[in-house]
């Protein structure tokens, strides 16, 4: 396994999240020994490898082997904000248009939709008590300048609703560098871990078999299919995907080398506020939220009076670095919350989320492999474009009618200079932190 960061980022033990502090530690899933076979063999047992799992088996009735290196929920899945949230691309609306066409980004747009809907359906439907809050999501202009660029994207949204500077304090939505706001009524909260393991429970029990501790250290084609090696054991499957996202390496499958960019972002959980605190800040509102910087912050008060505050970290998961980000989390939050400056953090973690060359995910067939696809690039929203691609890819794969949007149709392109994606990374901070302002560096 080929992978772009320091070692530390890969360390197999649960991150100290409030996740994981929060959700008992499910019965380990074994490690694959011996061989096996299957229908279809899936990489990663996150949001996306496990919804495709899932579809498999109780749509189409196929034999499903997860093989997951840590254990299912451990990569970005079990430690994210919890945004089931509209998303999915770094691409602008216009870049968006300009690439699949009016058509195309209606398209994408309904998917994203579609996405929320059939994670909030599978979590009722399966009776996982991961909801968190209210429905909907705020953006918070940053300057006043971006205030008027929602107000110009407040037509593109159904239901949609401007809230002036002037009426933000009434909204619960006080805090120093706020400049207006807008809300949609798409999207809620949820407890990741809760997700990733109760959809990893279902899934088991629909009959997918779950490996842990196997990560797959050799992907080749065998006879018609694939076969799939880990330290302890084999598996051949006629069909295969890779679901591994912002924990992929650059050399499974070798197609991938170069196309992909993990990108860390880290959160952090304080302790829980008391209900003066809240009204001291004047920021009290359930609903999920974010900024409209370019490096953008989203946070939320969790049901338990915490709250959470997520950003970008560096480009380097180094120790050194590491608590550099750290440093800069905790800066950046008593900048936005001055109120809570002596509120403490209780939990803190990182994480990958994974950028593409195309700046899209995709969810297809690796070109010239027969047989093996992917599903990944989530651009730091895939809570529910993830869970719902991971689905689209197994309709794919079964040979059903997928519709599958156009953007997420093309094969990502490489990176230029991909040895150097991480400077790249590090200059393009650079730059979005000098255009984002305000905030300490
Ligand atoms: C800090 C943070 C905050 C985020 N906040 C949000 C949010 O609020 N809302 C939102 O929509 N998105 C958010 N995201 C992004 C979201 O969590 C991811 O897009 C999503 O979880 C990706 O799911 P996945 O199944 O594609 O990949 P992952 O959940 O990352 O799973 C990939 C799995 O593949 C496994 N793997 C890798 N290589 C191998 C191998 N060779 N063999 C076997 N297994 C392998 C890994 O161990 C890992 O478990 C956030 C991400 C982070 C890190």
Known sequence: MKRLYEAPAYDTAWPDSHWRRSQPVPA?????????????????????GLSAAHELVTRFGMDVAVLEAVQPGWGASGRNGGFCCLGGSKLSDKGIERRVGPEGARAFRAYQHAAIESVGAFIDGHGIDARQGPEGETYLAHSAAAFAGLRAEAASEPGARLIGPGELAGEGLSGPGFHGALQVPVGFPLHPMAYVEGLARVAMEAGVRIYGNSPVLHLAPKGDGWQLTTPEGEVTAKKVLVATNGYSSEDLPRWLAGRSLPVLSSILVTRPLTEDERQAQGFTSKVMAADTRSLLHYFRHLPDGRFLFGMRA?????????????????????????????????????????????????????????????????????????????????????????????????????FPLPAFR?????????AADLRDGTLPR
């Open 28 to 48: 380990p899933s074994p490690a694959l020994s011996g061989s096996a076979t299957a229908d279809v063999a899936v990489i990663g047992a996150g949001y996306a």
């Open 314 to 414: 560096g480009s380097s998961a180094a120790p050194k670095a590491m608590a550099e980000t750290r440093r800069r989390g905790r800066q950046h939050f008593e900048a936005m919350f001055p109120a809570w400056k002596g509120v403490a953090t209780e939990s803190e973690w990182a994480g990958f989320v994974c950028l593409t060359g195309s700046l899209a995910p995709y969810v297809g067939q690796v070109p010239q492999a027969p047989g093996l696809y992917a599903a990944l690039g989530w651009h730091g929203s895939g809570v529910a474009p993830g869970s719902y691609g991971g689905r689209l890819a197994a309709r794919l794969m079964a040979g059903a009618e997928a519709g599958i949007p156009a953007l997420l149709s093309t094969p990502p392109r490489r």
């Open 422 to 430: 991480r400077t790249g990374l590090a200059l393009a901070y650079l």
